[in-house]
């Protein structure tokens, strides 16, 4: 037997006409498959008609207000950012079309001229300082000496002269202090 056109019609959510609806009772009292289905189906529609509504959990809103601001700031930092890289591209679209349109302008042997010039110029600044620094090795030696003697010295009479203006603050601010302990 043939279950199938009659579960369709159990499952159908269009209201039968009446010679739909006899067929199918007189299938369910022959067929107890059928008729298990359509208590089933008619205990699942019960339970879900007679139940309460899920109630949210305390504080639902606040989270959910809270989530759809932090969703709103990402999309509008997301969105700053492509519009910071849309901008950038035009602008180097831009760019990019302005120099090959001016490309048959451009005197490359000159440009090429100015680029050895820079080149030949950068060594011989090279040159010069590489001079410097050997005629500063040479010359080193003999000062040494006398920069560490000078350089100790300084910083002694820096040390001196800082200790020496500490104490004299601390004096000039603490006069009544010390004389109030004085026996």
């Not at 279950?3 to 009772?25: A, G, I, R, W």
């Not at 007679?50 to 997301?78: C, E, M, N, Y």
């Not at 590489?130 to 350089?151: D, E, K, N």
């Amino acid at each position: 037997m043939s279950h199938q056109p009659y579960e369709n019609l159990l499952l159908s959510t269009d209201t039968l006409d009446e010679v739909q609806q006899k067929q199918l009772d007189l299938h369910l009292q022959d067929c107890p498959h059928c008729a298990s289905l359509a208590a089933a189906l008619a205990g699942l529609d019960k339970a879900l008609t007679h139940s309460p509504s899920p109630a949210p959990l305390p504080g639902f809103t606040q989270r959910w207000h809270v989530r759809l601001s932090d969703i709103r700031q990402k999309r509008q930092k997301r969105n700053l950012w492509l519009m910071t890289l849309g901008l950038f591209a035009l602008a180097v679209l831009i760019a990019s079309t302005i120099l090959v349109g001016n490309l048959s302008q451009v005197n490359w042997a000159y440009l090429l001229s100015q680029w050895v010039a820079r080149v030949s110029l950068f060594a011989a600044q090279a040159r010069q300082v590489s001079r410097f620094i050997r005629s500063l090795t040479q010359a080193l030696p003999i000062t040494i000496p006398i920069l560490v003697l000078f350089g100790t010295g300084s910083l002694l009479v820096m040390a001196a002269l800082v200790t020496i203006w500490i104490s004299t603050i601390v004096q000039l601010y603490f006069p009544s202090y010390e004389r109030e302990n004085q026996p």
